[in-house]
Nanobody, 123 residues
Framework: QVQLVDSGGGLVQAGGSLRLSCAASGRTFSTYAMGWFRQAPGKEREFVAAISSSGGFTYYADSVKGRFTISRDNAKNTVYLQMNSLKPEDTAVYYC????????????????WGQGTQVTVSS
């Protein structure tokens, strides 16, 4: 079993940057693909980015491509989401998730979820 703790959210002005972290418990972190999703008020949870277990493959939603970067440090059991050039429409609760299978854009393929961290981008 994997427990995930998200952190790093906050309030930032448009054009600013934040780095989210997701710390995982357990010795098997390096075998899990990891993803970031977000959910804005009144909207469904949507895919943001994913990374393979080795870190060799990454995937991004079109809306964040070129602005966000997902990475992982398997020695630290941590996955990151670097968010640059933030826009008000990026405002949401961001969740990290772990998948025992390969990296996926589909939320139902993830087995474990963090508690979420709020990101608010002011205009």
């Amino acid at each position: 079993q994997v427990q995930l703790v998200d952190s790093g959210g906050g309030l930032v002005q448009a054009g600013g940057s934040l780095r989210l972290s997701c710390a995982a418990s357990g010795r098997t972190f390096s075998t899990y693909a990891m993803g970031w999703f977000r959910q804005a008020p009144g909207k469904e949870r949507e895919f943001v980015a994913a990374i393979s277990s080795s870190g060799g493959f990454t995937y991004y939603a079109d809306s964040v491509k070129g602005r966000f970067t997902i990475s992982r440090d398997n020695a630290k059991n941590t996955v990151y989401l670097q968010m640059n050039s933030l826009k008000p429409e990026d405002t949401a609760v961001y969740y990290c998730a772990a998948a025992a299978s390969s990296a996926s854009l589909k939320r139902y393929e993830y087995d474990y979820w963090g508690q979420g961290t709020q990101v608010t981008v002011s205009s």
